[in-house]
């Protein structure tokens, strides 16, 4: 197999109907390089000003995880539970605020600011979505969320949140829009305790970076998966009505799909694996970053071909599509 004969430029390929995208986070690193940090957690145990203290990584232990959602949800989950009962809840209330404080700098020290994000760049972004019927981002970033509103009300899309409660009952679109779903959650959306999913929005004075660890709606946490393998996550996506629901429509898609900066790693992401090549004869396209290492790209392919045997796959450089425009990076020095 040579490397140079089997990528293609977007533009050789782009004419192919695609009817969806899934992003991943090379989408993110394309724009701002800081979100190649690899891990949320291990951000929050060093290099902030309030990491996680040792009893808090032990409750990251007792629950074996490494996402927040699942142990500020377990630890809400606690507090309710103490108040009823009439006990003492000091201790919990203290971790659960040291943990929640660690995810918010944590998240803050890696995302992009809004201002340098600029509407420029928003709008390449949100013009280079619209190609598609739907849009489904495993990002917990807010790149995909700000590019759609560059836009009042989000003019072209639409994210199944008709108030700021999801409402599984009423997801029915019948007009001609972009669908965009966040399978993995995302940093603008929340769950209360009685499990229903909130979608926060900006305030004329705030953007929703500096609002995320701001309270919201008495107990609600922050919906996203940030760590785990893909069992894990699974796990996660089963346990929220939201989540569960942008699941089903990734599992139902129909049509021909690209990939975007996502690894698809059998470790971590073996829940949409699976269901790819659940598909089976289907067009997929998929984007090469390091396309200039022969022995790289080689054994990508090689990989995906076994995870994926009865697609028909196609590889294109990620440089040449409109999410990997060149004009979209931020240098780091706007953070």
Same mark, same amino acid.
């Given at each position: 197999?040579?490397?140079?004969?089997?990528?293609?430029?977007? =533009?050789?390929?782009?004419? %192919?109907?695609?009817?969806?995208?899934?992003?991943? +986070? #090379?989408?993110?690193?394309?724009?701002?390089?800081?979100?190649?940090?690899?891990?949320?957690?291990?951000?929050?145990? %060093?290099?902030?000003?309030?990491?996680?203290?040792? %009893?808090?990584?032990?409750?990251?232990?007792?629950? %074996?995880?490494? +996402?927040?959602?699942?142990?500020?949800?377990?630890?809400?989950?606690?507090?309710?539970? !103490?108040?009823?009962?009439?006990?003492? $809840?000091?201790?919990?209330?203290?971790?659960?605020?040291?943990?929640?404080?660690?995810?918010?700098?944590?998240?803050?020290?890696?995302?992009? /600011?809004?201002?340098?994000?600029?509407?420029?760049?928003?709008?390449?972004? @949100? !013009?280079?979505?619209?190609?598609?019927?739907?849009?489904?981002?495993? =990002?917990?970033?807010?790149?995909?969320?700000?590019?759609?509103?560059?836009?009042?009300?989000?003019?072209?899309?639409?994210?199944?949140?008709?108030?700021?409660?999801?409402?599984?009952?009423?997801?029915?679109?019948?007009?001609? &829009?972009?669908? &965009?779903?966040?399978?993995?959650?995302?940093?603008?959306?929340?769950?209360?305790?009685? #499990?229903?999913?909130?979608?926060?929005?900006?305030? /004329? +004075?705030? =953007?929703?970076?500096?609002?995320?660890?701001?309270?919201?709606?008495?107990?609600?946490?922050?919906?996203?998966?940030?760590?785990?393998?893909?069992?894990?996550?699974?796990?996660?996506?089963?346990?929220?009505?939201?989540?569960?629901?942008?699941?089903?429509?990734?599992?139902?898609?129909?049509?021909?799909? &690209?990939?975007?900066?996502?690894?698809?790693?059998?470790?971590? $992401?073996?829940?949409?694996? $699976? &269901?790819?090549?659940?598909?089976?004869?289907?067009?997929?396209?998929?984007?090469?970053? !390091?396309? !200039?290492?022969? @022995?790289?790209?080689?054994?990508?392919?090689?990989?995906?071909?076994?995870?994926?045997?009865?697609?028909?796959?196609?590889?294109?450089?990620?440089?040449?599509?409109?999410?990997?425009?060149?004009?979209?990076?931020?240098?780091?020095?706007?953070?």
């Amino acid at each position: 197999m040579n490397a140079p004969d089997e990528i293609h430029n977007w =533009n050789d390929i782009s004419d %192919q109907g695609w009817s969806g995208i899934l992003l991943g +986070n #090379g989408a993110s690193i394309a724009i701002w390089d800081n979100f190649g940090y690899a891990s949320i957690f291990e951000r929050a145990r %060093q290099g902030i000003e309030n990491p996680l203290s040792p %009893q808090d990584i032990e409750l990251f232990e007792q629950f %074996q995880t490494r +996402n927040f959602e699942v142990t500020l949800s377990s630890l809400t989950t606690s507090l309710r539970v !103490n108040r009823a009962l009439g006990l003492q $809840d000091a201790e919990v209330l203290a971790r659960y605020q040291s943990i929640r404080r660690a995810l918010v700098q944590a998240v803050r020290s890696v995302h992009i /600011p809004w201002v340098a994000f600029d509407e420029d760049r928003r709008h390449l972004v @949100r !013009n280079a979505l619209l190609d598609y019927d739907y849009v489904y981002s495993t =990002n917990y970033d807010l790149l995909v969320y700000w590019a759609i509103m560059a836009r009042p009300r989000g003019e072209g899309f639409k994210d199944y949140f008709w108030t700021e409660e999801f409402n599984i009952g009423d997801t029915e679109i019948t007009d001609k &829009v972009t669908k &965009v779903l966040y399978l993995h959650g995302g940093i603008h959306l929340y769950r209360t305790s009685s #499990g229903t999913t909130l979608k926060r929005r900006a305030n /004329p +004075n705030e =953007n929703l970076l500096d609002l995320f660890g701001v309270p919201y709606r008495g107990d609600a946490t922050p919906l996203f998966i940030s760590e785990g393998d893909s069992e894990q996550k699974l796990a996660s996506i089963y346990g929220s009505d939201y989540l569960s629901f942008a699941y089903s429509k990734f599992t139902a898609h129909e049509g021909p799909l &690209v990939v975007f900066g996502h690894s698809l790693s059998e470790a971590s $992401d073996k829940h949409l694996v $699976d &269901v790819i090549d659940r598909w089976r004869s289907r067009d997929i396209a998929i984007s090469v970053h !390091n396309y !200039n290492n022969e @022995r790289d790209f080689v054994r990508r392919v090689a990989t995906l071909r076994r995870s994926f045997p009865s697609a028909r796959l196609q590889f294109f450089r990620a440089d040449t599509h409109p999410l990997g425009n060149g004009l979209l990076r931020v240098a780091p020095q706007q953070g």
